[in-house]
């Protein structure tokens, strides 16, 4: 065994007949990839940075400030500065609609390069995009440089930011900025909790909005969410002898780390985790692979995997990845304690949201034969997890947010909720819909998953996901000359 974390702790550099094959892997995936935060799991995609794509949109940056900290409270006059981008580059003031990108749980930068569907449909129909930052993410902070504790928290919340999407329209129409008059059409635009966002945006302010695209929208809260495990090991099977791969090295990790002693100490080095405890260390190791099969990239991981020969050349290629690639900030109960203000953080946030309104905590799946993370990841971790950062007894009740927003029983309008076929997160989404006005859109294709129809159209792109945002481009259209001869847009 100390042989063997010798090696491990050298990674692949030893593992010498394998060595060029991994390192074309990983210097492809990092030509892609910038290091992420846990907080970027469910929402940015910041994998993708293709240099073939050449869409640019030019994205101005601007600031609504006055913005209400809270729209619940009529004695509350409180506003805070909220930042958004323009992007005019096609607009028609006259005829042309609104596309209106939701950021998420996460710093925005504006629509990014590789993420500019949006700025196809502007091109398409003469639009406008504004992309609008979510309160407490980035430098959209109700409270300025102060921290983020649980009392300022309590101004974090769905509703709020919903109603932040209102007034921020409302602002819009009635000042006329960027030419928008009230004969403008909008339409939402959203990936993942924006993507729920989007459509619940839909479902409480039909008037302001034509139509909403929900991509991997996360329409259906769940508290222990097993399934999105259960379609990893799905979506890796289609990857010969990856599964068995990723069952063979957490097996290896879980017999370390239940030994204890050094080698599990020296284990979790390696990886620059030392700090973590065991299921806060398996939680990171089960995220590597999630957020890779997540954003594309299956096949890179699979390929990774099976070029090594045994389970120390595969632990030490997913080392090499983990240490360029993902952060581990955000891992321990310890760190999202931390209330310090920090525009390029996003954990404590994010997790304030899952513990108090969403869930979808990520555990093993419920088949042991089926998982591709330790099967001590149970709810139990995470009700743990949220007391002991937040407070005790702090744990979402899911049913609410369902009973307020319909969860999948979705009966508004005009929305298209579109869905990678190896994503994970498809179910808290909407499948299929027996509305005529609902248009449920699969994308089943290799490597396509999360927000997959948001991404930048390139001429490689798999049929299936060009018919998609054929179809999307179709659908809005209708939307758009409807509402031209309707003439119904009211402010």
Same mark, same amino acid.
């Given at each position: 065994?100390?042989?063997?974390?010798?090696?491990?702790?050298?990674?692949?550099?030893?593992?010498?007949?394998?060595?060029?094959?991994?390192?074309?892997?990983?210097?492809?995936?990092?030509?892609?990839?910038?290091?992420?935060?846990?907080?970027?799991?469910?929402?940015?995609?910041?994998?993708?940075?293709?240099?073939?794509?050449?869409?640019?949109?030019?994205?101005?940056?601007?600031?609504?400030?006055?913005?209400?900290?809270?729209?619940?409270?009529?004695?509350?006059?409180?506003?805070?500065?909220?930042?958004?981008?323009?992007?005019?580059?096609?607009?028609?003031?006259?005829?042309?609609?609104?596309?209106?990108?939701?950021?998420?749980?996460?710093?925005?930068?504006?629509?990014?390069?590789?993420?500019?569907?949006?700025?196809?449909?502007?091109?398409?129909?003469?639009?406008?995009?504004?992309?609008?930052?979510?309160?407490?993410?980035?430098?959209?902070?109700?409270?300025?440089?102060?921290?983020?504790?649980?009392?300022?928290?309590?101004?974090?919340?769905?509703?709020?930011?919903?109603?932040?999407?209102?007034?921020?329209?409302?602002?819009?129409?009635?000042?006329?900025?960027?030419?928008?008059?009230?004969?403008?059409?909008?339409?939402?635009?959203?990936?993942?909790?924006?993507?729920?966002?989007?459509?619940?945006?839909?479902?409480?302010?039909?008037?302001?909005?034509?139509?909403?695209?929900?991509?991997?929208?996360?329409?259906?809260?769940?508290?222990?969410?097993?399934?999105?495990?259960?379609?990893?090991?799905?979506?890796?099977?289609?990857?010969?002898?990856?599964?068995?791969?990723?069952?063979?090295?957490?097996?290896?990790?879980?017999?370390?780390?239940?030994?204890?002693?050094?080698?599990?100490?020296?284990?979790?080095?390696?990886?620059?985790?030392?700090?973590?405890?065991?299921?806060?260390?398996?939680?990171?190791?089960?995220?590597?692979?999630?957020?890779?099969?997540?954003?594309?990239?299956?096949?890179?991981? %699979?390929?990774? /995997?099976? =070029?090594? $020969?045994?389970?120390?050349? +595969?632990?030490?290629? #997913?080392? &090499?990845?983990?240490?360029?690639?993902?952060?581990?900030?955000?891992?321990?109960?310890?760190?999202?304690?931390?209330?310090?203000?920090?525009?390029?953080?996003?954990?404590?946030?994010?997790?304030?949201?899952?513990?108090?309104?969403?869930?979808?905590?990520?555990?093993?799946?419920?088949?042991?034969?089926?998982?591709?993370?330790?099967?001590?990841?149970?709810?139990?971790?995470?009700?743990?997890?949220?007391?002991?950062?937040?407070?005790?007894?702090?744990?979402?009740?899911?049913?609410?947010?369902?009973?307020?927003?319909?969860?999948?029983?979705?009966?508004?309008?005009?929305?298209?909720?579109?869905?990678?076929?190896?994503?994970?997160?498809?179910?808290?989404?909407?499948?299929?819909?027996?509305?005529?006005?609902?248009?449920?859109?699969?994308?089943?294709?290799?490597?396509?998953?999360? %927000?997959?129809? /948001?991404? =930048?159209? $390139?001429?490689?792109?798999? +049929?299936?996901?060009? #018919?998609? &945002?054929?179809?999307?481009?179709?659908?809005?259209?209708?939307?758009?000359?409807?509402?031209?001869?309707?003439?119904?847009?009211?402010?």
């Amino acid at each position: 065994m100390g042989e063997e974390l010798v090696i491990l702790k050298m990674g692949i550099k030893r593992q010498v007949r394998n060595l060029f094959a991994v390192l074309i892997v990983s210097l492809l995936l990092q030509a892609s990839v910038a290091v992420i935060e846990r907080s970027d799991f469910i929402y940015q995609d910041k994998f993708n940075t293709d240099s073939k794509v050449t869409f640019k949109l030019k994205q101005v940056q601007k600031w609504f400030e006055s913005q209400r900290l809270d729209h619940f409270d009529v004695t509350n006059n409180t506003t805070w500065r909220q930042r958004y981008w323009v992007a005019d580059d096609y607009f028609d003031p006259s005829t042309g609609p609104i596309f209106l990108y939701i950021c998420g749980e996460g710093a925005c930068s504006g629509m990014p390069n590789m993420r500019s569907f949006p700025g196809v449909l502007a091109q398409q129909y003469k639009g406008l995009v504004l992309v609008l930052e979510h309160r407490f993410y980035g430098e959209s902070q109700p409270f300025g440089t102060q921290d983020w504790s649980v009392e300022r928290l309590r101004y974090l919340s769905v509703d709020q930011a919903l109603e932040d999407l209102a007034y921020f329209i409302k602002w819009v129409k009635q000042t006329g900025q960027e030419s928008v008059g009230i004969h403008n059409p909008w339409i939402t635009v959203g990936g993942s909790y924006p993507g729920a966002v989007s459509a619940w945006f839909r479902y409480k302010y039909p008037h302001l909005t034509i139509g909403a695209l929900a991509s991997s929208a996360v329409i259906n809260a769940i508290d222990d969410f097993w399934r999105y495990d259960d379609q990893l090991y799905t979506s890796v099977l289609n990857s010969k002898g990856c599964a068995a791969d990723i069952v063979a090295v957490n097996k290896y990790i879980d017999d370390i780390l239940q030994q204890g002693g050094q080698n599990a100490t020296d284990l979790k080095a390696s990886f620059k985790c030392d700090f973590m405890s065991d299921l806060e260390f398996v939680g990171y190791i089960g995220d590597i692979y999630a957020i890779l099969v997540q954003y594309g990239h299956r096949s890179d991981l %699979c390929s990774m /995997l099976s =070029t090594q $020969k045994d389970v120390m050349g +595969k632990i030490g290629a #997913l080392q &090499q990845w983990s240490a360029q690639s993902l952060s581990t900030d955000g891992y321990t109960a310890e760190s999202l304690r931390n209330t310090t203000y920090d525009p390029t953080k996003a954990s404590r946030q994010w997790t304030w949201q899952i513990c108090t309104e969403f869930g979808w905590f990520i555990t093993a799946s419920e088949y042991p034969d089926r998982r591709t993370r330790s099967g001590s990841i149970t709810i139990d971790y995470y009700r743990q997890l949220c007391s002991d950062v937040f407070g005790v007894g702090t744990y979402p009740t899911v049913s609410e947010i369902n009973l307020r927003f319909g969860g999948l029983q979705e009966r508004s309008t005009n929305i298209i909720f579109t869905n990678g076929g190896e994503d994970g997160w498809k179910w808290a989404s909407l499948l299929e819909s027996e509305n005529r006005n609902i248009y449920v859109i699969p994308i089943n294709c290799a490597n396509c998953a999360h %927000c997959v129809d /948001l991404r =930048t159209p $390139k001429p490689t792109d798999p +049929k299936q996901l060009k #018919l998609a &945002q054929k179809r999307i481009l179709a659908i809005m259209g209708n939307w758009i000359r409807d509402a031209k001869l309707n003439k119904s847009i009211v402010a």
